[in-house]
């Protein structure tokens, strides 16, 4: 006997009747549009003088409706990490792919003991990785070396309400005569590197890049 062919999905969900048809379909064809739905990413492409990132997302519209609607998160998003409070203002961070841990610390000025990072020490701490990581693929995809590459990060907490105000990242390369062109691709990484594009505009960022 031949299976009945299920309806097409309706994609377009910005007409009223397009809509109501979206979400009167099974279940089981929301999650399978979902599984289709190719994911957003944010390539690195090399220009001819320095890096841009495409947010080009090809999903046809409508899908994003679909899933939200019918599908759980939890099919397409992996859990980073996983957090335990130890007590006195202490937590075990475990990431979850690779299982290394480590412990954070409230800060001497805010009731700890400064033992080892604090939260907002990693979130400012992150900004330098992220940087450098983003530099270290454009330097390979570019035929250039970083290794070696060192920073300082000092982090600036501002009260009412109790922030990070600043976040000054010292770069320092090796001496490795970079052209001005591979100076301006590190350059260029620092401003795409995505913790930089996730924080606050009111944040201020200040790198200074030690060639």
């Not at 003088?49 to 939890?74: D, E, M, R």
């Not at 250039?144 to 300082?152: E, H, L, Y």
Request: net charge positive; hydrophobic share 35%; proline share 7%.
């Amino acid at each position: 006997m031949a299976l009945k062919r299920q309806p097409r999905l309706i994609r377009n969900h910005h007409h009223p009747a397009h809509h109501r048809a979206a979400i009167n379909q099974p279940k089981h064809q929301a999650i399978v549009a979902l599984r289709k739905r190719p994911p957003l990413r944010q390539p690195l492409h090399q220009t001819r003088s320095n890096l841009t990132i495409s947010n080009k997302n090809p999903a046809p519209a409508g899908f994003f409706v679909l899933c939200t609607t019918f599908a759980p998160n939890h099919l397409h998003m992996a859990i980073t990490s996983e957090l335990e409070y130890l007590g006195d203002l202490q937590l075990r961070a475990t990431h979850v792919k690779s299982g290394q841990s480590f412990v954070t610390d409230a800060p001497v000025d805010n009731n700890g003991k400064g033992s080892s990072f604090s939260p907002t020490d990693l979130m400012s701490t992150s900004l330098g990785l992220c940087m450098i990581t983003i530099m270290g693929i454009a330097a390979n995809n570019s035929g250039f070396n970083i290794d070696g590459t060192k920073a300082r990060i000092t982090k600036i907490m501002a009260s009412d309400p109790r922030r990070v105000s600043e976040i000054i990242v010292e770069l320092d390369f090796p001496s490795n005569n970079y052209t001005e062109r591979e100076k301006q691709i590190i350059r260029q990484c620092a401003k795409i590197c995505p913790v930089s594009q996730s924080l606050s505009a009111e944040l201020k960022q200040t790198v200074v890049f030690n060639f």
